[in-house]
């Protein structure tokens, strides 16, 4: 998926043309047709951040038995999903350098099939790391209204097979959605995406609202009325940003994806396409800020880090 250039899955169908009024022009809305582009040194600088993170967190959780669980599992595969999207992007921003300035010579056939790899690789590591992040938030549903029963009901190999059937669901639609490039593929991606969003707003919603209930029934138990206001907002906060970062990050590709369906072909959508590329920076953003979210927030594993850091000086 070329960043100077439509990406084939993506925006064909908002290159077709159709026959606008005479007084509708794109300039009404753009000063161009033309993709923005953004700096390459940007992709790479954010590439290695989220892949510099991301490592420490999966050899951090590989290190210290004690986050050897379901949870701490899945946090490793998001953090995996994450290394992959922000792999799949520096390999690809330094294909296309090297193509472009004239170091590396390939024939167009052969610079196409790397792009398809590429392009199986990133939607993979795009649709895994959607699910899991969905799946977090189940694991957290399930800890906080089943906490008795967790660790009956998230057993290590039910975690396990869970995280199989995330990682070849993922693989093998993205060969589907690459070798089958429609409408239809492009309705899926949206599908999903509307569905996740769904699952964890009304999961982190509900765990939220069970939060400020139950700091309700503590203040009237012990006729403190400024309990249930500081949890609410630490929570509501918490939430905020949970969903928010959810929705900066991946709303604007999305969008771009469900405006290829609904307005491929007028002004205003068009120019929303031309700036894909900075859609595909707010993913990568994404994979650095995971790390922070659902990561680094644990004390273990902020006390395992240090001591991987420290091993390399």
């Not at 610079?111 to 969905?134: E, P």
């Not at 869970?162 to 070798?179: C, D, G, Q, T």
């Amino acid at each position: 998926m070329p960043k100077s250039s439509a990406p084939r899955l993506y925006l064909d169908f908002s290159n077709s043309t159709t026959d606008l009024p005479a007084n509708w022009t794109n300039e009404t809305f753009c000063a161009s047709d033309q993709q923005v582009v953004i700096p390459s040194e940007l992709f790479l600088t954010l590439g290695v951040m989220s892949f510099v993170e991301n490592l420490l967190v999966v050899a951090a959780i590989v290190k210290n038995r004690n986050l050897h669980s379901p949870m701490y599992y899945f946090i490793c595969c998001l953090a995996v999903s994450d290394m992959l999207v922000s792999v799949s992007n520096l390999v690809e921003t330094l294909f296309m350098l090297l193509i472009e300035h004239g170091v590396l010579i390939i024939e167009p056939t052969i610079v196409r099939q790397v792009d398809n790899v590429m392009d199986m690789l990133i939607c993979s590591s795009l649709m895994s790391s959607l699910s899991f992040l969905g799946v977090i938030a189940m694991d957290r549903y399930i800890t906080i209204f089943y906490a008795l029963r967790y660790h009956s009901i998230m057993t290590i190999q039910r975690a396990v097979i869970l995280i199989v059937a995330v990682w070849l669901i993922s693989s093998i639609s993205s060969v589907l959605f690459i070798v089958y490039d429609s409408t239809a593929v492009i309705m899926c991606l949206v599908v999903f995406f509307l569905s996740v969003l769904t699952l964890i707003a009304g999961l982190y919603i509900h765990m939220f609202t069970l939060a400020h209930q139950h700091a309700r029934q503590i203040s009237t138990m012990y006729s403190k009325q400024q309990a249930p206001q500081s949890t609410s907002m630490k929570g509501a906060v918490t939430l905020t940003i949970l969903l928010g970062v959810f929705l900066i990050c991946w709303g604007p590709f999305f969008l771009h994806l469900l405006l290829i369906l609904i307005c491929p072909n007028c002004p205003a959508c068009k120019c929303y396409f031309r700036y894909f590329s900075l859609y595909l920076i707010l993913i990568i953003c994404n994979s650095v800020v995971d790390p922070i979210i659902y990561a680094f927030r644990s004390q273990e594993l902020r006390r395992t880090l240090k001591e991987v850091v420290l091993c390399f000086w």
